[in-house]
């Protein structure tokens, strides 16, 4: 199966249970591209394996991949096992400013969108 196929069957056991994740996230440092994060619990989720990207993210976020060789149900109950069991131990300091600097495209975008209106309806008065 797919890693994209995988990443999506991910998805919808998340919307499924009810826990809140943004898709398609960047990090402020380095760029870093997140394909699932779950804001409540700290949890990245990246398709493959990239040594740069576990640098970038593990001080900040508990990282979990999906491989090749993982089948889907294996792949949604590691992720389950991550948000019931995090393994490590991360600064809270950290956590909130990853969770304050982290933007995903459609919240930013609503944003903006949303300060446009404001913003003309001050204008107009």
């Known amino acids: 199966m797919d ?8 998805i919808a056991a998340l919307t499924e249970k009810g826990i809140e994740h943004w898709t398609n996230v960047e990090t402020p ?3 870093v591209r997140i394909a699932v994060y779950l804001p409540k619990h700290n949890i990245a989720v990246f ?13 900040y976020a508990f990282p979990v991949f999906i491989r090749d060789g993982e089948s889907t149900d294996f792949v949604i109950q590691k992720v389950w096992n991550t948000i019931l069991n995090p ?18 495209e459609n919240k930013y975008c609503q944003a903006r969108r949303k300060r446009k209106k404001v913003t003309a309806v001050r204008v107009n008065r």
């Open 3 to 10: 890693n994209q196929m995988k990443l999506q069957a991910v």
């Open 87 to 104: 393994i490590g131990s991360l600064q809270p300091a950290r956590c909130t400013w990853f969770r304050k600097h982290v933007r995903a």
């Open 47 to 59: 398709v493959g394996h990239d040594e740069e990207w576990f640098r970038a993210v593990r001080f």
């Open 29 to 31: 440092k380095k760029h």
